[in-house]
């Protein structure tokens, strides 16, 4: 283990100290519970309850969810009351999962235009009220009630707990600062207390100079964390930067990736500096959390007592369930959002159906194999085929040592730019390979490189891999 130095080690995985055990067990619960009147344990022991129930039992609990949601929204929310008349079906029609592609998909272009209507007006009012990022150019306003904030924590606990993850224990937020404008003086200190209470030390990732990695990996030596929560892309850029700094003074940290896919080079990384356990996880804003790994590392675990989630093939005219191992669209039905329905609502992401068998983990729930990213990202090739984004990923995986960051622009004409940052000279045996692989995914599309110091995150601090004008 380059760059450790063994009088210096941390372990995540020790027992838990006496302070976190008590405000993981008592502190927070009556706080969440008694003070808050927050349901959020009650949902947490349910879900802990049923992810090993077998799949018929869970998919029962979809259905009984679902049937409430369509009645719900058929009876307070106008715009799905009429979705459902003009589609000639009444609540009753939708019994099972199997009754599901009955209704019509609400595409992005959909929830943008109606967030009036989609609204319910009376019994569940949403009362939090968020934006997506908008990576696609289009930001979303969407808003959701109390009952479906408990789920949506109940969901996150579970799922980052297989993790490792645990209320209490410290934990290092390697994460994009908010672009909105500040909250008030009084909620920036809930916030802040919270963050104290619980040890959660949050570094913005979004500059990512020399320096600021140097000073991230400065805290991470400081806290000893148990967990490191991040962008996928900046932890992997902070990863490769301790790595090639032998800066790595730590035994294993667990790291959950958030925000954005992991693809097989950035985990590699991940773990040369921060130990084996790296968790993807995948999620919008629209639903949180959609699908976590757990321990087997073997597709992410869908959050099926929460949500619906279809991957859907074009098939003719119309579309259909994938199989195991194809890529399609995502599609989900939010079955606790009251608010503000979410039902078939096609976000703009692709990925890969898992096997619907049993994990060695013991755990039921339908798993997704991996998430190619958004469709928004989906390359075309001279005739117009479709060409995942990921095959950038591929070719520059075997490039390490010559080029240390990519990105892919797609333009309205077709043509690719490839802007690099090199880890050395780019030889022409590098130029050779980018060029012969190129040819090989994307037959007759004009590839040009470009040498930069530096590829721009988004203000929220992302980066985006692979973009299409």
């Known amino acids: ?196 209470l619980k040890r959660e030390h949050y570094m913005d990732c979004t500059a990512r100079s020399d320096q600021d990695l140097r000073a991230a990996a400065r805290a991470i030596e400081r806290g000893k964390p148990r967990t490191i929560l991040c962008y996928t892309q900046a932890g992997a850029d902070l990863a490769r930067f301790i790595v090639a700094n032998d800066l790595r003074r730590w035994d294993s940290i667990a790291v959950l990736c958030c925000a954005e896919a992991l693809y097989a080079a950035d985990r590699e990384a991940l773990s040369a500096a921060f130990g084996e356990e790296v968790f993807e996880t995948y999620g919008c804003r629209e639903v949180m959390l959609v699908g976590s790994e757990c321990e087997a590392h073997d597709g992410l675990h869908t959050s099926m007592e929460n949500l619906i989630v279809e991957v859907l093939v074009k098939d003719g005219e119309g579309e259909r369930p994938a199989e195991p191992g194809e890529s399609g669209d995502v599609v989900l039905t939010d079955l606790h959002n009251y608010g503000m329905p979410f039902i078939r609502y096609k976000n703009g992401d692709v990925a890969v159906m898992g096997k619907s068998d049993r994990c060695s983990c013991g755990r039921t729930l339908l798993r997704l194999a991996r998430v190619d990213g958004r469709s928004a990202d989906t390359l075309r090739d001279a005739k117009g085929g479709r060409v995942s984004g990921l095959v950038f990923n591929l070719i520059f995986s075997v490039l390490a040592e010559s080029v240390r960051q990519f990105q892919a622009v797609q333009h309205k004409d077709g043509s690719i730019t490839l802007k690099l940052i090199p880890s050395s000279t780019i030889t022409d045996v590098v130029r050779n390979h980018i060029a012969k692989n190129c040819e090989k995914y994307l037959p007759g599309v004009p590839i040009r490189t470009e040498i930069v110091e530096e590829i721009p995150t988004s203000p929220s601090g992302k980066r985006q891999v692979v973009m299409v004008e």
Not at 72 to 88: G, S, T
């Open 1 to 196: 283990m380059s760059g450790v130095r063994p009088h210096a080690l941390s372990s995540s995985k020790g027992q838990m100290d006496s302070y976190g055990l008590l405000l993981e067990k008592v502190l927070y619960p009556v706080w969440e519970q008694s003070v808050r009147k927050r349901n959020t344990f009650d949902r947490l022991a349910f879900l802990r309850s049923t992810e090993r129930k077998s799949l018929d039992e869970l998919q029962a609990l979809q259905s009984g969810a679902l049937r409430r949601l369509i009645e719900h929204a058929y009876r307070e929310v106008p715009f799905y009351r009429a979705r459902l008349d003009a589609a000639a079906i009444v609540p009753s029609d939708i019994r099972t999962l199997f009754d599901l592609p009955r209704i019509p998909i609400l595409t992005r272009e959909e929830a943008r235009a109606t967030p009036e209507e989609r609204q319910s007006p009376f019994v569940h009012r949403a009362t939090i009220s968020k934006t997506t990022g908008g990576t696609t150019g289009q930001p979303l306003l969407f808003a959701y009630d109390e009952n479906s904030e408990h789920w949506r924590q109940a969901v996150k606990l579970r799922s980052y707990g297989w993790a490792g993850y645990r209320l209490g224990a410290r934990t290092f937020h390697y994460w994009g600062a908010p672009t909105r404008p500040l909250p008030p003086l009084t909620r920036r200190f809930k916030i802040a207390t919270d963050r104290f």
